[in-house]
């Protein structure tokens, strides 16, 4: 089953309770929140407090992405805010098996990120150690931007190395994915879907419906 996560990034933070029942509501199956610090990537955008915040509006499953350097510091508040997953990125953890390894002591979920240009052979040695692999499609940072074609190929090589390892490690593609590209990703093996500006702009429930129905084949 493919799952739809789209990105509270992209929603109105006026009025982000509402942006997130309203994807709640009209079926989305996880919900990705992206946390920015300004070091990691150059741009900051919220932290656990908001997290907590909204946590009481849904039960859906937070797939919290964390764009912070050495991530390992802050593991557990994320967990008390409301995090069903943490993602760390392979770059920003100065030892990743042991932060992988701190995510699970506290009962959630891991996964494991790449930008752009990290080569995948950097991610390899931890496909079977974490629930999920992250394949960044865009540079993080920003919602809004373009889908890196060359990425596809990192998605393709994880999704081998799962199938030849009979692996239930999840596939995640993070940046510029769109109702008109998505099949891109899928085709390559991607089973977790997230999408910001393409889910919240215009009509969110017709697009979440439009991005289910394309799952339908897969
Ligand atoms: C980028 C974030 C993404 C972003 C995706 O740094 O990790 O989750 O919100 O936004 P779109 O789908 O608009 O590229
Ligand atoms: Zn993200």
Redesign the pocket.
Known sequence: MIKLAP?I??ADFAKLGEDVVRIDKAGCDWI?I?V?DGMF?P?ISFGMPVIKAIRGLTNKFFDV?L?IEEPIRYLQQFKEAGADMVTVHVEACEDVEKTIDEIHKLGIKAGLACNPETPVDDIVPYINKVDMILI??????????S?IDECTEKVEIVNAIVNEYRLDTLIQV?????TENVCIPLDAGANVI??????YKGDVEKNIEVFKNKFISF
């Open positions: 990105s990034l992209s990705h992206d920015m990537v741009n992405h764009m960044m499609t865009v540079h993080p940072g920003f919602g809004g931007q889908y993070d940046g510029g994915v769109n997230v999408a910001g500006s393409a889910v």
